[in-house]
């Protein structure tokens, strides 16, 4: 009898796992820097399947999640404004600010906030509204940035006057050498996230691998992808070697796409940003270069000053969601988890985000 395609990716999985446990000898630390990786991992409970030498660390792969509490600040505050309509993801609707308030309940108070599911909605919704400022909350990884500059470049050359853009895009290598850099970092190497690479290459990666002499493995979504990977790094690591590997050769990851980082590189420039529970990191976010930063919702509208970000600052009552963030304290660790800080009433970030990975544990793990 032919075997069916579940049973050859169940061979295929297993084949990766007694690779893994017959090939380790030592004790090493991975991390993924991708929140769809951690769900996967989590949702197939690949974690409880691999040797005991091998140990994962879930670091800050939740864009949503890693949005600054001051950003969501100036969010709320340019929704509180009557003449404007401000429109995001609908993950962002419930991410707390330096309070407790997010968009969401903005909107219950009267606030004009409206869900939207890709970046040219919001050119659709300024056109149907001229009489209306119509500000975009964008925020994502590399992955989204391509639609938002594709927004910007539509908006500007259409001198469509009323659309406004919030920026908060973030790049993901700047965060791998911070959390390298950080005191006490036990990481040895990465899983890169397939989706990024397949917008933007290796090439970011290439020298952190050669600099930090770690492995850096590109890989998918599915469970033989993300074992594969595994077993990459690990052979790497266990013949002393640190490159950039692409195992994720079906989405041509390695390669990027070349018109997408033409179209980011014509609309953004890199600047520092702000990340939650990571801090100021050096040239990590996406800001509109001119002609483009005429659309900026931070000069349109100006803000009345504001404290200086404060690193440690997530508006999280207590829990330890910045230590999540940093790869330093799994969810399950903290002491609000479960205990007054769910999906339904979250207290941090990675409890509200369908990426987050307060919010994987809770789904998939059993809970006090």
């Known amino acids: 009898m032919n075997a069916t395609p579940s049973s050859r990716r169940r061979e295929a999985v297993q084949r990766r796992l007694d690779a893994l446990h017959a090939e380790i000898s030592h004790r090493w630390t991975l991390m993924e820097v991708c929140g769809g990786q951690t769900h996967a991992i989590l949702r197939h409970g690949l974690d409880q399947l691999l040797p005991p030498q091998l140990e994962l660390i879930h670091g800050p792969g939740c864009p949503v999640c890693v949005t600054a509490a001051e950003t969501i600040d100036r969010a709320l505050e340019l929704a509180a404004r009557p003449e404007l309509i401000l429109c995001t993801y609908g993950d962002m609707l419930r991410v707390p600010g330096s309070g407790s308030e997010h ?15 890709a970046p040219l909605d919001a050119l659709t919704l300024a056109r149907a509204h001229p009489e209306r400022q119509v500000v975009f909350f964008a925020v994502g990884f590399e992955t989204t940035a ?3 500059a594709l927004l910007a470049h ?26 390298l850099a950080a005191p006490g970092c ?12 397949a917008v933007m290459g290796r090439e970011e990666y290439d020298p952190i691998a050669a600099r930090q002499r770690l492995p850096i493995v590109i890989t998918g979504f599915e469970p033989v992808d993300l074992l594969e990977g595994m077993l990459r790094a690990v052979r790497q690591l266990e013949r002393g070697e640190g490159r950039v590997e692409d195992a994720y050769p079906q989405a041509r990851a390695g390669e990027g796409n070349a018109a997408a980082r033409a179209l980011i590189e014509r609309v953004f420039c890199r600047s520092d940003r702000h990340w939650r529970g990571l801090g100021v990191l050096p040239a990590s976010g996406l800001s509109l270069r001119p002609p483009y930063d005429a659309l900026d919702a931070e000069r349109r509208f100006p803000a009345a000053a504001r404290p200086a970000p404060n690193g440690n600052s997530n508006g999280d009552q207590g829990c330890i969601s910045g230590q999540v963030l940093q790869g330093l304290a799994r969810p399950d660790a903290c002491p609000r988890f479960g205990r007054g800080c769910s999906p339904e ?3 941090g970030a990675p409890m509200v985000s369908a990426e987050g990975a307060c919010a994987a544990y809770w789904r998939y793990r059993q809970r006090a």
Do not use: K, M, Y
């Not at 968009?103 to 599911?117: P, S």
């Not at 036990?186 to 690479?197: E, I, M, N, P, S």
């Open 103 to 117: 968009l969401l309940q903005a909107r219950a108070a009267g606030a004009d906030v409206r869900l939207v599911t």
């Open 146 to 148: 391509p639609a938002t």
């Open 154 to 179: 539509q908006a500007w050359s259409s001198g469509t006057g009323n659309l406004s853009l919030l920026v908060a895009h973030v790049r993901v290598p700047p965060a791998i050498e911070a959390i």
């Open 186 to 197: 036990r990481v040895q190497g990465f899983l890169a996230a397939g989706h990024v690479c």
């Open 345 to 347: 009433r979250p207290l």
